[in-house]
């Protein structure tokens, strides 16, 4: 079973860069099973897609947060992380790392699923001076 | 820009039915969205309960379904219990490579 951890600070200032790490076990970041995902959830508010990374390193942003984001992997310690720079009062949320599965239907001749199979915790960061 | 919608809010009894909705601001959910279904529980990591439009997550029980109702993806309680009250959300993925969630709906059970 594939579990996640997230890691990082937990208070940044405005106008600098969030930057967190998710850690997964019981998988490999370069299987090509999961897009390793981040996801945010803002006080009071709803959950938000950031974006994710593949097993190949391609990437994939929210486009209201492109500008900002930056995900990456790095294979030899099994984790992936998020960078958001320039971060205001806004950018304070949960964070969730999560691996989007997919998975390919012999019925159907197509990849299928895309669904966020398993999930971090959870981190509270915080933008504040 | 995308907007998926679902209910702000909704009530049901305990042992009742109640059926969430997941629309699009402009078109048909189809299958072709791969909708999926998570709950949200504060203090805990968020559940996966539907993908697919209708598999059931490893674990969840049989009185969570999901499906296509008309122009929007559905996710369906039967039997409503007291720890059923969370916060949940849909998602679906674009042929873009984007996933895009719902706002959310809050179920009440009483």
């Known amino acids: 079973q594939v579990q996640l951890q997230e890691s990082g600070p937990g208070l940044v200032k405005p106008s600098e860069t969030l930057s967190l790490t998710c850690s997964v076990s019981g998988d490999s970041v370069s299987s090509g099973s999961y897009y390793w995902s981040w996801i945010r959830q803002t006080p009071g508010k709803g959950l938000e897609w950031i974006g994710y990374?593949?097993?190949?390193?391609?990437?994939k942003y929210n486009p209201s947060l492109k500008s900002r984001v930056t995900i990456s992997v790095d294979t030899s310690k099994n984790h992936f992380s998020l960078k958001l720079s320039s971060v205001t009062a806004a950018d304070t949320a949960m964070y969730y790392c999560a691996g989007q599965h997919y998975y390919y239907d012999s019925t159907a001749y197509n990849y299928v699923g895309y669904y966020f199979d398993c999930w971090g915790l959870g981190t509270l960061v915080t933008v504040s001076s | 820009q995308t907007v998926v919608t679902q209910e702000p809010s909704f009530s049901v009894s305990p042992g009742g039915t109640v059926t969430l909705t997941c629309g699009l601001s402009s078109g048909s959910v189809s299958t072709r969205y791969y909708p999926s279904w998570y709950q949200l529980t504060p203090g805990q990591a968020p559940r996966t309960l539907i993908y697919n439009t209708n598999t059931r997550s490893s674990g969840v029980p049989d009185r969570f379904s999901g499906s296509i109702l008309g122009n929007k993806a559905a996710l369906t309680i039967t039997g409503a219990q007291a720890d059923d009250e969370s916060d949940y959300y849909c998602v679906l993925y674009m042929s873009s490579g984007i996933s895009v969630f719902g706002g959310g709906t809050k179920l009440i059970v009483l």
């Open positions: 990374i593949s097993y190949s390193g391609s990437t």
